[in-house]
C-alpha cells in the first residue's frame, strides 16, 4: 500500500518501506499528483505549475521527472500516463493532506448530527496530520492548495474545541482557545469557544471580559461589529442564560466512533432499556455481527462506562488486571470493594473464552458494589442469576445493504441484485460486509460475489491496523473456532456438508458416523447453539432445523477437510439420506404421505449433496435414493426429478436391473408430467421386458393418457386393474380406476368414469393416501364439466386445489386451479379469467409446461367470449407452437381447433 505525506516534509512509504524520492522538481511533482490522487493531470498543467517561468519545462523534461519518480518509488505501474496526462495510483485516504480536508468535513458533519465524541476524535486525528508549514515541497502553484489546507487547519481546530465543550470539557479547552484566537484574532467562531469555554468554567467575569475585547478588536481592526453569532452569545452571557450551564461530562475510556452505526436503532433502544432494568446484561451472537459495537453504543447513554477489553486475556487473574486497568481507583487487592461506592457501568468485551472466570468475577462485583452495572459482549451466556440475555441476529437485508452502500470505497454502479446476492451471501454478518466493502477500492461487486467461493482469501482488509481476528472474516470466526472442545468442533464438521441446515435426526446420524457417542448429539448441538455458532430455526413445516451461517460452514468444511474428516462426513449424510429415502417410499402412499413429501421438499439440496456423492463412491446407492423418493417427486412435481433419475441411472450401469427398470419408468412419468413427451417415450420404451408388466402397463396408461391415445390408455389400465384385484394390491387397483375415470372422461363416458372414480374413492380412502382422494375429487370436477353441471365442477375443483396446496402438492395445486378457473367459465362467472391468470402463475412456479399451454388455451377461449379475439389468438398461437414442439398430447386438439377458428374471419367460437 502506498502512503504519501505532503503536509510537512514529503515522505513516501510503501507497504511500510520508505522510498527516497528526489528532492526538487521530481518531490514537487509527486506532490502534485497526489494531491489528485487516483485521477489524471495534464501534461500541460504540470508543465505550467512546475516550470511556471517556461525555462527547460518541455514534455521531455517532465517525461525525465516522471521516470525518477517511478524509479524512486519502486513500482512504474503507480504513476500511469496515458498520452495526455499523468495519474498517482494512491487512495485518497492515503495522502495526508487529502485525509486531512475530508477529516474537517466529517468533524463538521459529525458535530452537526451531535456525534460529539465522533467530531472531537474526527477534528483531532486531522490536527494531527498538519505541520507549521503547508506543503513545503511545492511551489508556487499550491498557493490554492496552502488557502484550503489553511482553512480546514482552523476548521479542525474550531470544530474539535466545540465538540469537546459538548462533551463536557470546559476549563481544559480555556488555554488552548487563549492560543487560537491570539493566533487568529479575526475569527469569530474562536471567539465564541473561548467565551463559552470561561463561562461554562465558572469564569462568568472572565467571559464578559473576554467579550469586550473581541468587540474591541474587531472594531479596530476590521471596522465591524460582532457577528450574530458572537453578538447572541454576549446576549446570553449577560442574562445567564441556563443553556450555557456547564455540561455534566461523562466520564470513561469509550472510543469515539468513527462511522455511524447502520441498521441497529431497534436493538439499541431495546439494550439500553434492558440496561435500565437489569444490572448484567450479556450481548450474545456469532463473530463478526456486531456485539463490540452495539454495547459502546449503548455504554454511551451511561454518565460512567469504562470499557474492558478480554480477548487477550487468559487466566482469572488477568480478568482482574485488566479491570484495574482500565477503571481508575480500582484495586487488586479488594476489586469488588474498591467499586462498592461507584456508580458505573462496566463494559466486559469478549467473555466467550472465559465465560465462568468472567462470571466470578461479575458474581462478586455484583453483590459487593450495588450500583455498579456490567454489560458483557459473548458468544455465550455467562450463566448468573439475573443475567438478561440481549441476543443479537445478523442484519436484515435491507440493513445489510445500507451497510455496505456506506462502507463501499467506489463510485463504480453495482446493481442493487449483486448488492442483494453479496449481500445474503455473507449472511448479514457487519464484519464480513465491511471487509467486502473495503475490497470494492479494487474490485466490482459481481466479481466479489465470483470469488466468494474463497470468502476467507477475499475478505480480509489488508490495509488496516486492527488485529488479525478484526481485520478477517478467517481470524474472527477461527476464534470461535479455537475454543470449542474436539466434541463440538465435530458438532461443526457434521452440520457442514448439509448446505441448506439439517434435522436432529440427521446430525446425530453424521455425529456417530463421526465417532461419537449415539446420544451425544444433542449435547454438542446444544453446546455450538449457546456458542452462537449454530442457530435453530423451523422448516416450512415447522419441524426443528439446525443451520450454520455461510462464514461459518466454510469455515467448518475447510477446518473437517483439513482433519481428514469431511469424506468420512459425507459418506454419513448419504448413509442418511438412504435410510430417509427407505422411509419415504414406505410411508409416501398412506396416512403420512403429506408428511413425508413435504419432508422431501425440505431435504431437497441435502439429498442433492447425497447423490453428488454417492454418484462418485457408490452409483448403485445413489440410484436406489432416486428411486425410492421418485414417487414424493412426482407429488411435488418437482420439475429436475426425470433428470436426477436419469444421471443416477446412467452412473449406475452395474446396479441391478430392477433398479434401472423402476428408475425409468419414474422417469417417464415425470417426463410425462412436465410436458415433454418424446422424452417420456424414449424413457418407457428402454424399459425391458423381464419385470412386473402391470406395473409398466399402469405407468403407460398414464403416458398414453398424457399423449391423447385414449383408448390404448384404457386397455392398458383395464388390463392391470384387474390383475392388481387378483393380486389383492388395493393401492396399485384403486390407481389404476382413477386414473382409468380420466379416461372415460375424456371419451364421453361420464357414467362409466363416474363408476371408476367411486371404486377409487372406495380403495384408496381407507388407506389415507390424499394424492388419491384429491385427484378423485378433481376427477368428479371432469365429470361434472362433462355433464354440463360447472358449478358442480368448480365445486369439486376448488376443493381439489385448496387440498392440493394444504398438502404441499403444487404442481397438483395449479392444475386443479386451471380446471376451477375453465368450470367457472362455463358457468359464466366474473371471476374466472383471474382465477386462470392465477393458475398461470403457480403454473410457472411449478415449471408445468403442459399445463401452462393448456391454461393460455382457456384463456383465449375466455378472451373470445368476452370479444379480445387479439388477445385470444396471441395466447393460443403460443399454446399451440408449445404443443406442436412436444409432441401434441392432452390439450393440443382443443389448442388447433381454437386457432383455427381464430383465423377464419368469419367464425364464431
Not at 427398470?661 to 412436465?674: F, K, N, V, Y
Not at 399402469?698 to 386397455?715: I, N, S, T
Request: charged share 25%.
Amino acid at each position: 500500500m502506498l502512503t504519501v505525506a505532503v503536509l510537512g516534509p514529503v515522505v513516501v512509504r510503501r507497504d511500510d518501506v520508505e522510498a527516497r524520492v528526489p528532492r526538487g522538481l521530481t518531490s514537487a511533482l509527486l506532490v502534485r499528483l497526489a494531491l489528485d490522487a487516483g485521477r489524471p493531470v495534464r501534461a500541460e498543467r504540470l508543465l505550467a505549475e512546475l516550470w511556471p517561468d517556461g525555462s527547460d519545462g518541455s514534455p521531455n523534461a517532465l517525461q525525465a521527472k516522471v521516470s525518477q519518480l517511478r524509479r524512486a518509488l519502486g513500482d512504474a505501474g503507480l504513476v500511469r500516463g496515458d498520452g495526455t496526462g499523468y495519474t498517482l495510483v494512491v487512495e485518497p485516504t492515503a495522502v495526508d493532506a487529502l485525509e486531512a480536508l475530508r477529516l474537517a468535513e466529517a468533524g463538521a458533519q459529525r458535530l452537526a448530527a451531535g456525534d460529539h465524541a465522533a467530531a472531537a476524535t474526527a477534528c483531532a486525528a486531522g490536527s494531527a496530520l498538519f505541520s507549521p508549514e503547508l506543503l513545503p515541497g511545492a511551489g508556487a502553484w499550491a498557493l490554492p492548495w496552502r488557502t484550503r489546507l489553511d482553512e480546514a487547519r482552523w476548521q479542525l481546530a474550531e470544530t474539535g474545541a466545540a465538540a469537546r465543550l459538548a462533551l463536557g470539557e470546559a476549563a481544559e479547552l480555556v488555554g488552548e482557545l487563549e492560543t487560537l484566537v491570539a493566533e487568529g484574532p479575526l475569527r469569530e467562531r474562536a471567539w465564541t469557544l473561548l467565551v463559552t469555554a470561561l463561562y461554562r468554567s465558572g469564569r462568568q467575569a472572565d467571559a464578559l471580559a473576554t467579550l469586550r475585547r473581541a468587540t474591541r478588536l474587531l472594531s479596530e481592526e476590521l471596522g465591524v461589529d460582532p457577528g450574530p453569532e458572537l453578538a447572541e452569545l454576549g446576549r446570553r452571557v449577560l442574562t445567564q442564560d441556563a443553556d450555557l450551564a456547564p455540561v455534566p461530562r461523562r466520564r470513561g475510556n469509550l472510543p469515539a466512533a468513527l462511522s455511524p452505526l447502520v441498521g441497529r436503532d431497534a436493538e439499541l433502544a431495546a439494550l439500553v432499556a434492558a440496561l435500565d432494568d437489569h444490572r448484567l446484561v450479556t450481548v450474545v451472537g456469532p463473530g463478526g455481527v456486531g456485539k463490540t459495537r452495539l454495547a459502546v453504543e449503548a455504554a454511551r447513554t451511561a454518565d460512567a462506562a469504562w470499557l474492558v477489553r478480554l480477548e487477550g486475556v487468559t487466566t482469572s487473574a488477568g480478568i482482574t488486571a485488566a479491570v484495574i486497568d482500565a477503571v481508575p481507583g480500582t484495586a487488586a487487592a479488594d476489586l469488588p470493594g474498591s467499586l462498592r461506592g461507584a456508580d458505573l457501568l462496566l463494559v466486559l468485551d469478549n467473555c466467550e473464552h472465559l465465560a465462568e472466570a468472567v462470571a466470578a468475577v461479575v458474581g462478586e462485583l455484583l453483590a459487593t458494589a450495588a450500583r455498579v452495572r456490567v454489560l458483557a459482549t459473548s458468544q455465550r451466556p455467562l450463566g448468573l442469576d439475573g443475567e438478561r440475555v440481549h441476543a443479537l441476529e445478523p442484519l436484515a437485508d435491507d440493513d445489510a445493504i445500507a451497510l455496505f452502500t456506506t462502507r463501499a470505497t467506489t463510485d463504480r454502479p453495482a446493481s442493487p441484485r449483486d448488492v442483494t446476492r453479496l449481500c445474503r451471501a455473507l449472511d448479514g454478518l457487519p464484519l464480513a460486509i465491511e471487509l467486502a466493502a473495503a475490497r470494492t477500492r479494487v474490485l466490482s461487486v459481481a466479481e466479489i460475489v465470483e470469488r466468494l467461493d474463497d470468502r476467507f482469501a477475499l475478505l480480509r482488509d489488508p490495509a488496516s491496523t486492527r488485529p488479525d481476528r478484526r481485520r478477517t472474516l478467517e481470524g474472527t470466526l477461527g476464534w470461535s473456532y479455537d475454543l470449542l472442545s474436539p466434541d463440538d468442533r465435530s458438532g461443526l464438521w457434521a452440520l457442514a456438508p448439509f448446505p441448506d441446515g439439517a434435522a436432529p435426526a440427521a446430525v446425530e446420524h453424521v455425529l456417530v458416523g463421526l465417532g461419537l457417542p449415539d446420544g451425544a448429539g444433542l449435547d454438542v448441538v446444544t453446546r455450538l447453539v449457546d456458542r452462537s455458532l449454530v442457530t435453530v430455526g423451523a422448516d416450512r413445516n415447522g419441524s426443528t432445523r439446525y443451520r450454520l451461517l455461510h462464514s461459518v460452514r466454510a469455515l467448518a468444511a475447510e477446518r473437517s477437510a483439513t482433519a481428514g474428516a469431511a469424506g468420512t462426513a459425507l459418506d454419513a449424510l448419504v448413509d442418511w439420506v438412504a435410510g430417509f429415502a427407505r422411509d419415504v417410499a414406505a410411508q409416501v402412499r398412506g396416512p403420512g404421505q403429506a408428511g413425508r413429501v413435504a419432508a422431501v421438499a425440505a431435504e431437497r439440496a441435502t439429498v442433492d449433496t447425497a447423490l453428488t456423492r454417492s454418484a462418485d463412491h457408490d452409483p448403485t446407492t445413489a440410484l436406489r435414493i432416486t428411486v425410492d423418493l421418485g414417487w414424493a417427486w412426482v407429488l411435488l412435481d418437482d420439475h429436475d426429478a426425470a433428470a436426477r433419475l436419469r444421471r443416477a441411472r446412467r452412473s449406475a450401469p452395474e446396479a441391478p436391473a430392477d433398479l434401472h427398470r423402476r428408475a425409468l419408468l419414474l422417469e417417464s412419468w415425470l417426463e410425462a408430467m412436465s410436458g415433454d413427451l418424446r422424452a417420456a417415450r424414449d424413457a418407457f420404451d428402454a424399459v425391458d421386458a423381464d419385470g412386473d408388466p402391470d406395473a409398466a402397463r399402469w405407468f403407460e396408461g398414464f403416458l398414453l393418457l398424457q399423449e391423447g391415445r385414449l383408448a390404448a390408455a384404457l386397455d392398458a389400465l383395464e388390463r392391470c386393474r384387474r390383475a392388481y384385484t387378483a393380486r389383492d394390491l388395493a393401492w396399485e387397483e384403486g390407481a389404476s380406476a382413477l386414473l382409468a375415470a380420466f379416461v372415460l372422461v375424456a371419451l364421453g363416458d361420464t357414467t362409466a368414469a363416474r363408476a371408476a372414480c367411486d371404486a377409487a374413492i372406495r380403495l384408496v380412502g381407507p388407506l389415507g393416501d390424499s394424492w388419491g382422494l384429491l385427484h378423485a375429487e378433481a376427477a368428479l370436477g371432469r365429470i361434472a364439466a362433462a355433464e354440463g353441471r360447472h358449478t358442480d365442477a368448480a365445486r369439486h375443483h376448488g376443493h381439489a386445489a385448496t387440498s392440493a396446496r394444504r398438502l404441499g402438492f403444487p404442481g397438483a395445486a395449479a392444475q386443479h386451479l386451471a380446471h376451477l378457473g375453465r368450470a367457472q367459465h362455463a358457468a359464466g362467472d366474473p371471476d374466472a379469467e383471474a382465477t386462470l391468470r392465477q393458475a398461470v402463475t403457480e403454473a410457472e412456479d411449478a415449471a408445468d409446461p403442459r399445463l401452462l399451454a393448456q391454461i393460455r388455451t382457456w384463456l383465449a377461449e375466455a378472451a373470445l367470449a368476452r370479444g379480445d379475439r387479439d388477445a385470444a389468438r396471441a395466447l393460443v398461437e403460443v399454446a399451440d407452437a408449445w404443443f406442436a414442439e412436444a409432441g401434441a398430447g392432452e390439450g393440443a386438439d382443443d389448442a388447433a381447433r381454437l386457432l383455427a377458428s381464430l383465423r377464419t374471419p368469419s367464425s364464431t367460437p
